[in-house]
DNA sequence: ATTAGGATCTTCT
DNA sequence: GAAGATCCTAATG
């Protein structure tokens, strides 16, 4: 992650973010994603983060320096992957939420089977993870040094224009904040949902 | 095109 | 015990 994102907090890091490239390189090969949508989500200030209650086993990595991956598990099948930006104990950082394949469209097409259209690839936060191949095995990965698993690399192609802001996806509180950025009309950027909190099971009534 | 429900399990209350 | 920074498929208009 290119170095002028360190230490500045993820709502100034996240529109800057949108252009640059995300490379993943595994045993099975290379995929990248250049960015086009993605979420601030700032800590302590912020109910919808996952730091917002301090620090737990799931959220360390959040915690600690910034220009690492933070991955987590969700819905009992997804990954995610954020970037830390802040200095250990400043838990904020930006979740990645889509991007457009600049290499390995094979493998990621592999990948996931289930995607349509080209640009489903990777148009999702756990869509992204399944196209680049991200899980738990990069949680904590240092994204900055070049030789890196996981590497972000700053863009010549300038976004300044077309840049976009509204509220984010998914979460049931913090609604109003517009901290999600995604690039104005690309057809990656995923589609917005608000969150619908999942309905439990219908209870059988008890026979009588 | 839009909606509703299911999958599946970790995390925190 | 309940909800979750989601995605997919099937059913319906």
């Known amino acids: 992650m290119p170095r002028e ?13 949108l252009g640059c490239v995300l490379w993943h390189q595994s045993s099975d090969g290379l995929v990248a ?19 917002y209650r301090g620090q737990t086993r799931r ?4 915690f600690g320096p910034p220009g690492h991956a933070y991955v987590y598990f969700t819905y009992g099948m997804h990954f995610c992957v954020n970037l830390v930006c802040q ?22 097409r592999s990948r996931r089977p289930s ?11 756990a869509r992204l993870c399944q196209a680049l191949g ?14 890196s698993e996981l590497l972000v690399t ?13 509220p984010r996806v998914g979460i049931s509180s913090a609604t109003d904040l517009p901290w999600r950025y995604w690039i104005d009309g690309d057809p990656t950027v995923s589609a917005y949902r608000a969150h619908v909190p999942r309905r439990r099971k219908p209870v059988t009534p008890s026979p009588r």
């Open 5 to 17: 994102f360190y230490d500045r907090p993820a709502i100034e890091v996240a529109p800057e973010l």
């Open 33 to 51: 994603v250049e960015l086009t949508e993605v979420e601030a989500y700032m800590g302590a200030i912020d109910s919808a983060s996952h730091s």
């Open 59 to 62: 959220n360390a990595v959040m």
């Open 87 to 108: 200095p250990a104990g400043i838990a904020t950082a930006v979740l990645l939420r889509a991007g457009r394949i600049v290499a390995g469209e094979e493998l990621a």
């Open 115 to 125: 995607s349509r259209r080209d640009t489903d690839l990777a148009s999702g936060p």
């Open 134 to 147: 991200i899980d738990m095995a990069q949680n904590g990965v240092d994204v900055c040094p070049v030789g």
């Open 154 to 166: 700053s863009t010549t192609d300038s976004y300044d224009n077309k840049i976009c802001q509204g």
